[in-house]
Structure formats: C-alpha cells, structure tokens
C-alpha cells in the first residue's frame, strides 16, 4: 500500500466519522432522548459528538502529515498547510485545507463555549456545516492517487463520500421541517396552551 493510498484511507476515515458527527449534532439539536427512542439506553451523546469531532480532526491531520510521505509529486509542509501553490490539484488541495482549518475552529470554540457564551458558540459552531461540505468537494474533486489521471465519479471512494453528503444533506433537510412542525422554547409552549 502507498502512502497515497493511506492518505486517501484517511481521509475516507476523516469524511465518515465528520458524517457521523453531523448526524449526531443533528439529532440533539431536535432533542432526541436515546431512551425514550431507539436504542432505549442511556447513551451520551454529547460526548460521543465531542469524541467524533476530535477523532476526526486528529485523522484529518494524520491525512495531511500522510501526504507528506508521497514521494511523487513531493509535498512539502508549506504545500500542505496552503496548498495554494501545491505541485498538483492545487484547488481541491485549498478547499480541503479550508475545511481542515474549519474542524480545527470548530473544536476549539466547542472546547471554549462556556468562555464563548452559548449564543456565540452556537452561531460559530454552524462553521461545521461549511466545513463538511469542504471535504465532500475536496473529497469528491481530488484524484487518490496523485497521478494526474481524471476523476472517476462513481468509484467506491467517491460513492462512499457522495453519499456521506447526501446523508447530511438529507438530515439537515429533515431537521429543518422537524423544527417547523415542532417549534420549540417557552414562548412556543406558551402560544399553545389554552387561555
């Protein structure tokens, strides 16, 4: 195995558990109680989306520090941390350090948010939605292999990270009609009781 395609292995890692981590965000936005739900147990989900934030962002930058160990074409750390000027795919290399950057913003505001405020915190941690949609692009717009050779669209890899998009894409789509038909907070409780 090369290092290409441990580095692309790690991306696939990185993209999924970020996929999780979304879904996961989505389901306590709506207050979803794993008790009363399924699986009808007590599971944390607060710290299962805090643990999947870090997983992913330390193999985000094990994706990068992979990278460097290509031997063709030679990455350099400068070519890595602003690929503006990266020896190939410098775009889709750009977009993915954008979104590696917008992880790391996420995480340390998340780590931060009682320092933060939670209405502060709350509207910068909508950066994770930007950021996903990031790696979906980067993922889908790089070439594994690092030849140069065109992108194949429907590859197992590509599939994997198109349907990771679809699936947040969809949630998130889900989530918004869930809160209109279910608005929630005191003065929604308010408005329904009777007079």
């Known amino acids: 195995m090369s290092w290409a395609e441990l580095a692309a292995d790690a991306g696939l890692v990185a993209v999924g558990l970020l996929t999780l981590n979304v879904l996961i965000g989505l389901l306590m936005a709506v207050k979803y109680n794993p008790v009363r739900s399924w699986p009808h147990r007590r599971v944390n989900t607060f710290k299962i989306h805090n643990w999947t934030a870090y997983v992913a962002l330390s193999v985000c930058v094990l994706h990068v520090l992979l990278l460097l160990r290509v031997p063709k074409p030679a990455f350099g750390l400068f070519d890595v941390l602003v690929p503006v000027r990266s020896p190939l795919q ?3 290399n750009t977009i993915g350090a954008v979104a590696l950057y917008a992880v790391a913003f996420v995480v340390v505001t998340s780590y931060n948010r009682l320092r933060l405020g939670r209405r502060l915190w709350k ?3 909508y950066t994770a939605y930007a950021a996903a949609l990031l790696f979906y692009v980067h993922g889908i717009l790089t070439e594994p292999n690092l030849k140069g050779q065109p992108v194949d669209y429907i590859d197992g890899e590509k599939v994997f990270i198109e349907l990771c998009m679809l699936a947040v894409i969809g949630a ?14 005191r003065k929604a409780r308010l408005a329904r ?3």
Not at 172 to 185: F, T
């Open 123 to 125: 509207r910068l941690h």
């Open 172 to 185: 998130s789509a889900w989530r918004v009609v869930y809160l209109r038909r279910h608005p929630k907070g």
């Open 193 to 195: 009781q009777p007079a």
């Open 90 to 92: 410098p775009v889709e």
